[in-house]
DNA sequence: CGTTATGTTCGATG
DNA sequence: GCATCGAACATAAC
């Protein structure tokens, strides 16, 4: 369930139970999580230290380790971390446990096993080799940032939101959110929006996103926490548009879903007219 | 049985 | 070079 707003509730989630507590085991239950990193790397990279702080840039949660080193985590589709106390709360599909000394747990839970898991030395550079582009809620990252990285481009709106090298953080789900509260057809291509619609794209994309996080909304869970007008728990077949209530439109673009309101969201100059 | 699913990568194609 | 499409990964729910 990792979009930024996802990843941003489970930092808070590490943040809160997991920080300053020494890591007594670490196990793990399915390995392909790791990737080609050998288990017993992991474990003794991290058995009896600490996690010293969270950062999260985009999708990716990242901690740092006390003694330096950081331990990455990506969510996939399917994704989440979950803490608890008791073994007899251990959710399903827990691929990666930490237990703590003095109690308490902090699992990765991955129903399709499509995200990652892994250790960096450094931060920076492990956002660099992922080829991330900045944070979607890093206030370095302005209006001209955003305009500089989708110069000269003539792809769509929707496919240039969810690009992790354009912008790091946004999803099928919440570009979705974003275009509509632009008024912006997912299929406008970016050559077809002047200045004054790109800077309310880039508006709605700060503010979809910090209204998510600051209510706790995640991209599947605590829809019902967006506010008023809001696309996203109107999102699904037989859905209805919160503005004017006309049924909702669908596309496909490359093997994802987008959700639409065919009043609200001009149609504008769009790709893919050939069919 | 078929379709769809919050992500990403890779090869083929236009 | 740019952009898109479909398949693949793995595992379900409907």
């Keep these: 369930m990792p979009e930024l707003p996802d990843v941003e509730l489970f930092k808070r989630r590490l943040d809160a139970h997991a920080l300053n507590r020494t890591i007594r085991a670490v196990v793990v239950s399915d390995a392909r999580i ?15 230290r600490r996690f010293e702080a969270s950062r999260r840039h985009g999708k990716h949660l990242l901690v740092r380790l006390y003694g330096g080193g950081w331990l990455t985590l990506h969510f996939g589709m399917t994704g989440s971390l979950e803490v608890f106390d008791r073994m007899a709360d251990d959710p399903p599909y827990d691929r990666l446990r930490f237990d703590f000394a003095g109690g308490g747990h902090l699992a990765y839970l991955s129903r399709r096993l499509l995200g990652r898991i892994g250790l960096a030395d450094d931060a920076a550079a492990f956002v660099a080799a992922e080829n991330l582009g900045p944070d979607a809620l890093d206030p370095a990252f302005d209006q001209a940032a955003f305009a500089a990285a989708l110069a000269g481009s003539r792809r769509t709106a929707k496919a240039a939101l969810m690009d992790q090298a354009v912008v790091a953080g946004v999803g099928n789900i919440y570009s979705d959110e974003i275009l509509f509260q632009a008024g912006i057809h997912p299929a406008t291509r970016l050559d077809a929006l002047d200045e004054g619609r790109l800077a309310d794209l880039f508006g709605q994309l700060k503010r979809v996103l910090e209204t998510a996080v600051a209510e706790g909304a995640g991209s599947e869970q605590y829809l019902d926490r967006l506010p008023k007008g809001s696309l996203l728990p109107q999102r699904r077949k037989d859905g209805h548009c919160p503005r004017c209530g006309a049924g909702l439109h669908t596309l496909k673009a490359s093997g994802r879903t987008a959700y639409f309101c ?12 050939r069919d």
Excluded: F, I, K, N
């Design 262 to 273: 065919p009043r609200c969201q001009e149609v504008g100059h769009t790709a893919g007219a």
């Design 34 to 48: 790791l990737g080609d990193l050998p288990p017993e790397a992991l474990v003794r990279r991290l058995e009896g």
